[in-house]
């Protein structure tokens, strides 16, 4: 991948033009697109601090976007990106992580729309699953086709995901909306499975971690060979 440095207004692209004089970002260049069916309010999308750009053949544009909040899970609490984002906020989180632009832009994020329908935004400083450092308490991770093919347990490398929760239709309650589903079993969190090709591209999940760690590919439940007689 190619190295570069650029400004955090470009990273967040002209929607968030109001980080301008904030930072300096350096990351690797990797952009991912992702398309998502939206309901009018609160959407939790991967990568979605981007989704205030959508693509011009996005049936959900601009203007429809009302809101996004990033959560800093360094200092647990949301940072406003749109509109009017908090700059001295931002520039508090991106001076204490390591790789800002990357974090920023793996990171889920809430976005509040006004109406219903298909969004496509193009992501930049994506990084996927394989390395893909959480924190202690919640952290905010957008689910990409890396996940495909893998269940919880092959991919939660050095963490131990004690909690998890999507925000999305819960078909064992009366409730029409979105709620929250979480699960607080270990076992159940890693028997989760990702297909491949699935629906859950794009979306966020919150995966809660009792320390600092990285996810990662793991062996599968397979074993070291056997020992020598």
Not at 5 to 27: C, D, E, M, N, T
Not at 28 to 48: A, R, T
Not at 158 to 178: L, V
Request: with cysteine.
């Amino acid at each position: 991948m190619k190295k570069y440095i650029l400004p955090i207004s470009i990273i967040l692209l002209v929607g968030l033009a109001v980080f301008v004089s904030a930072y300096q970002l350096s990351g690797e260049e990797d952009n991912i697109v992702f398309e998502k069916s939206v309901e009018e309010g609160w959407n939790l999308l991967g990568g979605g601090v981007f989704s205030i750009n959508p693509t011009s053949d996005s049936d959900i544009q601009k203007e429809d976007v009302l809101a996004v909040f990033f959560y800093d899970n360094v200092n647990k609490k949301y940072i406003r990106m749109h509109p009017n984002g908090n700059e001295a906020e931002f520039q508090a989180f991106a001076s204490l992580v390591e790789d800002p632009a990357g974090e920023l832009g793996s990171a889920a994020a809430w976005v509040y729309v006004k109406r219903n329908g298909m969004i496509k935004y193009t992501t930049d400083d994506f990084r996927k699953v394989d390395g893909r450092q959480l924190r202690q308490g919640w952290n905010f991770v957008t689910i990409d086709n890396s996940f495909g093919g893998y269940s919880v347990s092959q991919i939660k490398g050095t963490c131990e995901i004690t909690k998890y929760a999507r925000w999305g239709y819960n078909p064992t309650t009366s409730n029409d909306g979105n709620e929250w589903i979480v699960l607080n079993s270990i076992d159940e969190i890693n028997k989760i499975q990702y297909s491949q090709g699935g629906s859950y591209i794009g979306e966020g999940n919150l995966f809660y971690v009792s320390n600092d760690c990285n996810l990662g590919y793991g062996n599968g439940g397979i074993t070291n060979p056997p020992e020598f007689p």
